[in-house]
């Protein structure tokens, strides 16, 4: 193996490890995250002498290099700018927290309850040089967003980083939350900037920090974000309390209005209870509109089911096609959406306030519904009289980005049974 793919082989390890945190950090309770944040920054006020000795290294080393002396003066460390960081993790902490802000909510003529809330983006990775005290800064501001944080610090600072990211790491762990939420690159090699600028599968948003050079490099090179309107793969998901009634009216609707627009679903999942219990009179119901169904597993043998093969899951049809399965109630559901949606538009069927809010808490789509047809993923059905599309992207910030500039957002949107003429 050469030095170009143990470097790939080392970030893509990083970057699962994130996506797992970041999976944690979305529903870490408030109290949890401060915690995390007050315990770093009494570690790194702990540390002080360790990260002082760390930053004198680098400093030695910077000024052996020729290094200028406006970047040695960002480079440097003092008692003064330790006392900084640990106030400015104690500030961040005493925020409130920007996860499940109520942004707006309002209700609809045709019956619809939408709220907009505040999500986390999900995996940060903060690419910046010199300053050893982003790597507080950033960590923090990301971890207070419900975040997870890749950090690449500049060569010339890589003691430094690792000596506060250590006390980062303490803090987590005091907090019980995963050690993985914050991670350094621990390699200098600037193949590993390469790899994060494309590290899609990974990384849901770069922020650079630093020179001209290094902004025009992340410009140039970066594959993610991407701000695009990408496919509508939508589920529904019918769970075990769904009123059965509802279900047929919706998914019928969801399916079979317009098969051709981005919020038609394409997917349907059965809580297996329900269907043990209730059977899936629905799936005769699309069959006799003329849906063709593909299902898998104990679906197989109703009549008119196709059986499905691996490329039906994870597939916008855009026709009257429907892939079908069953899962273990709402975390089965929630696993598939994860693993084959593509974040645009997914619902659930269910009288249970709670497997409701399990489902709009575990997943990061767009647009999350309830009791409600897909086919309402439509700028125009939102009240904002016209789109250009449903962005499944999330860069959005702009101008100062504090904890609440590190989120996105998501419409959480209530029905009871309602459907689109």
């Not at 949890?32 to 004198?56: E, F, P, Y």
């Not at 993790?89 to 709220?115: N, T, Y």
């Not at 075990?240 to 509802?246: E, I, N, Q, T, W």
């Not at 047809?373 to 504090?402: C, N, W, Y």
């Amino acid at each position: 193996m050469d030095m170009t793919t143990d470097i790939k082989a080392l970030m893509q390890g990083i970057g699962l490890a994130a996506r797992e945190a970041s999976a944690a950090l979305a529903t870490a309770p408030s109290a949890q995250k401060d915690a995390a944040l007050v315990a770093a920054a009494d570690a790194i006020a702990t540390r002080a002498g360790a990260i002082l000795a760390a930053n004198a290294a680098d400093m030695e080393a910077a000024r052996a290099k020729g290094i200028g002396s406006a970047m040695l003066d960002r480079l440097l460390l003092t008692e003064a700018r330790i006392a900084g960081m640990v106030d400015g993790l104690r500030s961040i902490a005493a925020q409130p927290d920007p996860v499940g802000q109520v942004m707006a909510e309002w209700d609809r003529p045709s019956g619809l309850h939408i709220r907009r809330v505040r999500t986390p983006i999900g995996v940060i990775g903060v690419i910046f040089e010199s300053r050893p005290n982003v790597t507080a800064d950033a960590g923090a501001l990301c971890l207070k967003a419900g975040n997870a944080a890749i950090l690449r610090g500049g060569s010339e600072s890589i003691n430094s980083t690792r000596a506060i990211h250590a006390a980062l790491v303490e803090g987590l762990r005091a907090a019980g939350l995963p050690e993985t939420a914050i991670q350094i690159v621990p390699t200098t090699d600037r193949a590993a900037v390469g790899a994060m600028l494309t590290m899609t599968d990974c990384i849901d948003v770069i922020v650079p920090r630093g020179g001209k050079g290094l902004v025009a490099r992340v410009q140039a090179e970066a594959r993610v974000p991407v701000f695009a309107h990408l496919e509508g793969i939508v589920h529904i998901y019918v769970d075990r309390a769904a009123d059965l009634a509802k279900a047929g009216r919706v998914i019928l609707n969801a399916k079979t209005r317009r098969t051709g627009i981005c919020g038609a679903v394409e997917c349907l999942l059965i809580d297996r209870a329900f269907f043990e219990a209730e059977g899936a009179p629905f799936l005769d119901q699309l069959v006799e509109a003329g849906v063709e169904v593909r299902g898998d597993g104990d679906l197989i043998g109703l009549p008119g089911i196709v059986p499905a093969g691996e490329d039906d899951w994870g597939r916008e049809y855009l026709d009257m096609i429907l892939a079908a399965r069953l899962v273990e109630g709402v975390e089965g559901a929630i696993a598939h959406i994860r693993r084959y949606g593509s974040q645009h538009t997914d619902c659930i069927i269910t009288e249970d306030d709670a497997a409701a809010a399990r489902f709009f808490a575990g997943l990061d789509s767009a647009i999350l519904m309830r009791n409600a047809s897909t086919q309402f993923a439509d700028g125009g059905e939102f009240g904002m009289g016209a789109e250009i599309g449903i962005a499944t992207g999330k860069l959005h910030a702009r101008g100062p980005v504090g904890a609440e500039q590190l989120t996105s957002f998501k419409y959480l949107v209530e029905g009871d049974g309602t459907i689109r003429p």
